[in-house]
Antibody
């Protein structure tokens, strides 16, 4: 059974940092593009970043460029999101999402999400 | 940047057909994916590449995409179909989601 379990969320002050993790199991992690998608309270979905199977390509949505870094460890089946210089508008539930095999932007499995709250 | 436009809400009578639209410039030339999200839950992929259903998604869910509009059609609507629905495309190295449509089954 495919499982994606996020962790690392919490309350952080503006300007602070947080590192999210997504533990993957039940599938061959190294052959899928992986993504982070967020959802602010009461709002819609916003894609954050994705990373190629071998980590050689990464893409980000404009508002997080230069502040967030996506990475992966295929030996540990782990996806990460390092978030720096956090702002109030980064407050959201952050989902880890797997892309379909052979695809990079169709999300066939999602984790349950981890809540990040940026507030003083 | 590319934008996708979805109506905020759509209502459908129980057992009838709901049509949820997603508008975008020349969206017919793109692959459109649809997600269902129920309150407090993660999104679920219900259609991909315009018309394809993942395993486990009922045949009642179908799609089309042409010109400037993609459509998710839900036939014989059930109470369990009540949810938010998001369309999504890939454009210029970014993923774009529509704002979402809340489907109410009356």
């Amino acid at each position: 059974e495919v499982q994606l379990v996020e962790s690392g969320g919490g309350l952080v002050q503006p300007g602070g940092s947080l590192r999210l993790s997504c533990a993957a199991s039940g599938f061959t992690f190294s052959i899928h593009w992986m993504n982070w998608v967020r959802q602010a309270p009461g709002k819609g979905l916003e894609w954050v970043a994705n990373i190629k199977q071998d980590g050689s390509e990464k893409y980000y949505v404009d508002p997080v460029k230069g502040r967030f870094t996506i990475s992966r460890d295929n030996a540990k089946n782990l996806l990460s999101l390092q978030m720096n210089s956090l702002r109030a508008e980064d407050t959201a539930v952050y989902y880890c999402a797997r892309a379909l095999f052979g695809d990079y932007s169709t999300f066939d499995y999602w984790g349950q999400g981890t809540l990040v709250t940026v507030s003083s | 940047s590319y934008e996708l436009t979805q109506p905020l809400s759509v209502s459908v009578a129980l057992g009838q057909t709901a049509r949820l639209t997603c508008g975008g410039n020349h969206i017919g030339s793109k692959n459109v994916h649809w997600y269902q999200q129920k309150p407090g839950q993660a999104p679920v992929l219900v259609l991909y590449r315009d018309t394809n259903r993942p395993s486990g998604i009922p045949e009642r869910f179908s799609g089309s995409n042409s010109g400037n509009t993609a459509t998710l059609t839900i036939s014989r609507a059930q109470a369990g179909d009540e949810a938010d629905y998001y369309c999504q495309v890939w454009d210029s190295s970014t993923v774009v989601f529509g704002g979402g449509t809340k489907l109410t089954v009356l």
